[in-house]
């Protein structure tokens, strides 16, 4: 079993920043992919940025030049720096990580999701 912990989430003027943080553990052979979705209320969940082990981070165009993700690979932890905030960005934002576990089968996991509201 693995678990995603996040935090950081919570309320920003326009132009303000955050910082996300999330955090896997348990049964942990290696993680692949770790990034950020996000689901803004009546929309889809959207892929924000996401890293591989190795570096090379994609991000969606809407947080091109905004948002930063990184990684720690120690921790299996990721991060994702919010900078400019618009209200448009605001929405549930959760963590994903793919795992591979102890017995070598691979998974997609999700963090339980952190609120960011952006508004005066």
């Known amino acids: 079993q693995v678990q995603l912990v996040e935090s950081g989430g919570g309320l920003v003027q326009p132009g303000g920043s955050l910082r996300l943080s999330c955090a896997a553990s348990?049964?942990?052979?290696?993680?692949?992919?770790m990034g950020w979705y996000r689901q803004a209320p009546g929309k889809q969940r959207e892929l924000v940025a996401r890293i591989r082990s190795g570096g090379n981070p994609n991000y969606a165009d809407s947080v091109k030049g905004r948002f930063t993700i990184s990684r720690d690979n120690a921790k299996n932890a990721v991060t994702l720096q919010l900078n400019s905030l618009k209200p448009e960005d605001t929405a549930v934002y959760y963590c994903n990580a793919e795992v591979t576990v102890h017995n070598g089968l691979t998974f997609l996991y999700w963090g339980q999701g952190t609120q960011v509201t952006v508004s005066l």
């Open positions: 348990g049964s942990i052979r290696s993680i692949n992919v």
